[in-house]
């Protein structure tokens, strides 16, 4: 097993969502056909997260929702967001805008409320949308563990052609047959914003 270090940083390279420990420790004993203990691979994780932090990169491989995942590190997400602001002018996905509309409704949010709007992880998608400085920490919830809360940035006002946030249209001006196909036109999502911040109210 000298290389699981390697195999273990091969797997989280390639997740976009954050890899659980109980997951790699199974894989990695049916790939080595041997029961992995346990001390073994918080150690190898151990020396990958060190490894990556205090070593001359630009990624960071974090522990996130009982899981890891490779981030790029803070202090580069300004020139990322200027490579992909010249390389592309590509109109955001549809997870993309997903994501927005619920940061941009009911912020400042924390990740596992929007998690929970959407259904699913959103733990990529917020890391992309910070790389492109769509969104932006707003500082920390008073929940318990105090995670991060969200909000949304300058840049993206710029993108929406928005003077301040004001401006966004009320959710019930939204055409939801209009799925996020351009920027401004926000994924069918925002019905299930609305819902989620007027609990009491029915369509």
Do not use: W
């Amino acid at each position: 097993m000298d290389k699981l270090d390697l195999y273990i940083e091969s797997v989280i390279f390639s997740s976009e969502e954050p890899v659980g420990f109980d997951h790699l420790r199974k894989l990695f004993s049916s790939e080595f056909k041997t029961d992995i203990p346990t001390e073994q691979m918080e150690a190898a994780l151990d020396r990958l997260m060190e490894k990556y932090e205090n070593g001359d990169c630009a990624f960071s491989i974090v522990e996130m929702n009982n899981g890891y995942l490779f981030m790029s590190k803070p202090e580069y997400h300004h020139i990322i967001s200027e490579h992909l602001k010249l390389s592309s002018r590509k109109k955001l996905t549809k997870t993309a805008l997903e994501t927005l509309a619920i940061v941009a409704y009911k912020q400042p949010v924390t990740r596992a409320d929007i998690s929970s709007i959407r259904g699913v992880s959103s733990d990529y998608i917020i890391q992309k949308l910070l790389e492109k400085e769509l969104i932006a920490i707003a500082g920390r919830s008073e929940d318990v563990g105090r995670p991060l809360l969200y909000k949304t940035s300058e840049r993206f006002l710029e993108y929406f052609g928005l003077r301040n946030i004001k401006d966004l249209p009320k959710l019930r001006e939204l055409m939801p047959e209009k799925e996020g196909g351009s920027i401004g036109e926000p994924a069918p999502v925002e019905a299930d914003v609305e819902k989620e911040s007027k609990p009491g109210e029915h369509p």
